[in-house]
Structure formats: C-alpha cells, structure tokens
C-alpha cells in the first residue's frame, strides 16, 4: 500500500510539472509572438518617419542671396542665380528632374530644362543627385519673357519630383539700370 501512494504522487507531481512547462512554453511563444510584432511596428514607423522627411516642404532650402541680371537691350530680368541644397541628412534630389516656376502678376512661367543650368559649389560625388552636405547653384535664364522689371515682385517655386517644395519672393528695387546685376534679400 505505502508503494501505490507513491507511485500517485510521484505521476501527479510528474503532470505538474508537464503542464507547468507547457505554460511556459505557450508564455514564451507568445512573448515572442508580440515582440515581433512590436519590433515590426517599430520599423514600419520608422519607415514613415523617414518618408514624411522626404516629402516634407522643408527638406530643400534657398540661400539668402538671390542674384538677378538685367538684360543689356531693355530692363528686364534675364537671369535669376540663387544657390539650393538639402535640410537633412535623409533627403536626396535629382537635380534633372526639378521644375523651376516663377509667377509674377501677369503670368506664371514653368522653364523648360535647357533654360536651367547647374553649378556644384560643394560636390561630394560628383553626380546629378543633390545630397547632404552639398550645395548647387541654379541659374535661370532666358526669362526676358516672363517680363520681371525694376519694382516688380516674382515668387520662385522650385519643386522635386518626390515632392519637396521650396519658394520665395522677392522685389526687384526701382532704379537699376540695364546690363547690371542687383542681389536681392
């Protein structure tokens, strides 16, 4: 008798132990289970964060200084010169595939590529893509057709083809003779 007791025990101790450690086992599953989903939701977010980068207004920027060119024959814009680079290490531009819009009273003007050309003040590797640490000169020309002259107000709308967005306006003072060139603030 005192063995068959033992034997109870012992199988009832040896199934609490199996159920104990299937417990543990399904809590680990689990645990695994929601770690990689929380580690899958960190990425996704970070995904985001880096696109909501990309795309945002601010990721390209104007230097202060914009140059502009009278013509030699009547007083009227022939070129603007300004200087663009980056806001964050994240974002990166094709300088190809810029649209360049200047819109004053009168009419608004979209310039084809050829009347763009491009100057790299600070290259790092030397290819068509603008990126941190960078910085580009654009010079728009040929623009005696959009008609900007002394005392007139233009607003210069640069946009990437991923979305990025940057302007500015600016005054050309009254006064300024032909064939000269004037920085504007």
Known sequence: MLREG???EASSGLEAAIVFIAIIVIASIFAYV???AGIFASQKSQEVMHAGLMDAGSALRLGDVVIVKMDS???LVERIVFDLETMTDLAAFDMGSMTYTIATKEKIVTLPPGDVTLTWRY???GGPVLEAGE???VELRKLESVG???GDTFTLGITAAEGATASLTRTV?????????????
């Open 148 to 150: 900007i002259g002394p």
């Open 73 to 75: 024959s009547r007083d």
């Open 34 to 36: 929601v770690l990689g």
């Open 6 to 8: 033992w034997n109870r």
């Open 123 to 125: 290259p790092k590797d």
């Open 173 to 185: 003072p009254s006064g300024i003779g032909k064939n000269a060139y004037v920085e504007l603030f």
């Open 135 to 137: 910085v580009v000169m």
